[in-house]
């Protein structure tokens, strides 16, 4: 197994504008034209993915594996919103993370996010099998 020199405190961050590519609307997750809560965790599962993954040796990522977020508040077209990851536990290549999302204004979004490194190639395999 794969040694991976993770620490706690490593921090990541994602920055996206709302438009209507990312509303509740068009993700299928509301019927209001504002930043959809898929969208904030996807962008918070980005800024973990700048946290860590480019620490990883090659052939390895993260994988998300469980997220448990509140949106807070609502963000309308136009504004941007920023996520920030921090990495708060490590066990082997088990990653846990505190996600945090604003907008311009306020917090629009929290929580706990967890992820999985994995050897790409194995988890490759492992999917095409299902092909099969």
């Known amino acids: 197994m794969a040694q991976f020199n993770l620490e706690k405190g490593l921090s990541g961050s994602a920055r996206a504008q709302v438009d209507n590519k990312n509303t509740a609307i068009a993700f299928g997750s509301g019927k209001v034209g504002v930043f959809a809560t898929p969208a904030m965790?996807?962008?918070m599962e980005?800024?973990?993915i700048e946290a860590v993954d480019h620490l990883l040796p090659g052939g390895h990522a993260s994988v998300g594996t469980r997220i448990d977020v509140t949106h807070i508040s609502p963000t309308p077209?136009?504004?941007n919103v920023t996520a920030d990851a921090v990495l708060v536990e490590v066990d082997g290549s088990k990653l846990k993370f505190n996600v945090?999302?604003?907008d311009g204004?306020?917090?629009i979004g929290e929580g706990i996010h967890y992820r999985f490194i994995v050897d790409l190639k194995r988890l490759n395999s492992r999917a095409e099998k299902k092909l099969k």
């Open 41 to 43: 965790i996807g962008l």
């Open 46 to 48: 980005k800024a973990a």
């Open 77 to 79: 077209v136009g504004m």
């Open 100 to 102: 945090q999302a604003y």
């Open 105 to 107: 204004k306020e917090k």
